[in-house]
């Protein structure tokens, strides 16, 4: 009922930036949060950052300090602005939203991030 859409995932190197988009269309009635997961390789999908529809954020331990999430309800996107970039935050990259109930329900095809010098 709900797509998602990432963009704006690429190479960068270490100690720089990156700004992830991500698109939502269909129904968004019930939504009650958008956020970005990320799962690297043998690793289990971690939560990166979320945001409900009042603007209230969480962000994952790791990236506290130097990630940022935001949205545009006008325009119905999400954003993740990454900074201060690591190898560690190397990974695919998924938006994900989902009710009060459910959080997290519906994901992304996703976008690569490779932090490399």
């Known amino acids: 009922q709900v797509q998602l859409v990432e963009s704006g995932g690429g190479l960068v190197q270490p100690g720089g930036s990156l700004r992830l988009s991500c698109a939502a269309s269909?129904?968004?009635?019930?939504?009650?949060?958008m956020g970005w997961h990320r799962q690297a390789p043998g690793k289990q999908r971690e939560l990166v950052a979320a945001?409900?529809?009042?603007?209230?954020?969480n962000y994952g331990d790791s990236v506290k300090g130097r990630f940022t999430i935001s949205r545009d309800n006008f325009k119905n996107t999400v954003y993740l602005q990454m900074n201060s970039v690591e190898p560690e935050d190397t990974s695919v990259y998924y938006c994900?939203?989902?009710?009060?109930?459910?959080?997290?329900?519906?994901w992304g095809q996703g976008t690569q991030v490779t932090v490399s010098s």
């Open positions: 994900t939203t989902g009710t009060y109930n459910s959080p997290f329900g519906y």
């Open positions: 269909g129904s968004d009635f019930n939504i009650y949060s």
């Open positions: 945001i409900t529809m009042v603007g209230a954020t």
